[in-house]
C-alpha cells in the first residue's frame, strides 16, 4: 500500500536552507554550498533542529507551526452511495521521531528527494461513514484513534528563483509525497449507534479489510501533507536571498 509521510521533515529542510539569514536562530548548524558532503551536512543539520520543531519554537523569536500534534485538512473518501465516509479534526502525533533514510539534494537546480521512516504515529479525530464490506453494512458517526509503525514515504520538492528589488530569491514550486504502509488500525467509536457487540464486529471487519479504504484515504491525505507543508517551506524562505540560503563559502 502507498501512503505519503508526514511531511514534518519539509519543516526542517527548509529551515536549513534558510541557515544564513539573519532572523533564523544561530543555533541551527550551518550547509555551505561547497560542502562536499552536503546531504550529510543537511541530514544532520535537520536532527539537529528536529527537537525544537516539536513546539515549532526555533529560539530568537524564530516560530514555525509545531509539529507535535499536526493539525490535518478533512479527508474523505466515495465510491457510490454504499461507500462514504469523511474524517475530520484529524490530530497526528509522532511525526518528530522521523527517520532520514535517504537524501539527495541538488541545491543548484534547488531539487530535493528524501525517503523517510516513521517508526510510531497516532492520530485521534472524527469520522462519519457508511460502507459496505463483504456483506456487512458499516455505519456510524463519531470518535475515531488509529496508529500505523514504520511507514515509508518519498516527499519530492523542487523550488525556482526570481528576482526581486535587485536581489535573487528562492520559491518551492512543488512538493509531492507518496507514502507506503504496511498496516493502520483504527479503532470507531459509536458504530451502529452505539451497539457495543455490532461496534466490535464492525472494527473487526475494516481492519481486516484494510486495502479497501486506505486507497481511497491514501491519496487524500498525501495531498493535504503536501500542500500544508509546501506553504510552510515558502513561509519559511520567503525573506531569504538566494545567497543568504546557500553561502558560497
Known amino acids: 500500500m502507498r ?25 541551527i548548524p550551518t550547509c555551505k554550498k561547497t560542502e562536499p558532503k552536503i546531504n550529510e551536512c543537511i541530514t544532520n543539520a535537520v536532527y539537529a533542529v528536529r527537537p525544537k520543531l516539536i513546539t515549532g519554537d526555533l529560539g530568537e523569536g524564530f516560530l514555525t507551526p509545531p509539529l507535535e500534534p499536526l493539525e490535518l485538512d478533512n479527508i474523505s473518501m466515495g465510491r457510490g452511495a454504499g461507500f462514504q465516509a469523511v474524517f475530520s479534526d484529524l490530530l497526528v502525533n509522532g511525526g518528530s521521531n522521523f527517520q532520514i533514510e535517504k537524501l539527495q539534494s541538488n541545491i543548484t537546480s534547488l531539487n530535493f528527494a528524501l525517503q523517510i521512516l516513521l517508526p510510531n504515529i497516532d492520530f485521534v479525530g472524527k469520522y462519519s461513514l457508511r460502507i ?18 514504520n511507514a515509508r514515504g518519498i516527499v519530492k520538492l523542487r523550488g525556482s528563483t526570481y528576482e526581486k528589488d535587485g536581489a535573487t530569491y528562492v520559491r518551492f514550486d512543488k512538493l509531492t509525497i507518496k507514502i507506503s504502509i504496511k498496516d493502520m488500525k483504527l479503532q470507531l467509536d ?60
Request: glycine share 8%; proline share 4%; charged share 20%.
Open 3 to 27: 501512503f505519503s509521510i508526514d511531511f514534518r521533515i519539509i519543516i526542517s529542510l527548509a529551515a536549513i536552507l534558510n541557515i544564513c539569514y539573519g532572523k533564523l536562530p544561530s543555533s
Open 132 to 149: 459496505k464490506i463483504l456483506l456487512i453494512d458499516v455505519n456510524g458517526k463519531g470518535d475515531m484513534k488509529g496508529s500505523f509503525s
Open 190 to 249: 459509536n458504530l451502529f449507534n452505539g451497539d457495543k457487540v455490532l461496534g466490535e464486529v464492525g472494527n473487526q471487519v475494516i481492519n481486516n479489510n484494510q486495502d479497501l479504504y486506505l486507497s481511497e484515504i491514501i491519496p487524500g491525505l498525501e495531498k493535504s501533507l503536501a500542500k500544508k507543508f509546501l506553504d510552510i517551506a515558502n513561509d519559511i524562505t520567503k525573506h531569504a536571498t538566494y545567497d543568504e540560503m546557500f553561502p558560497p563559502n
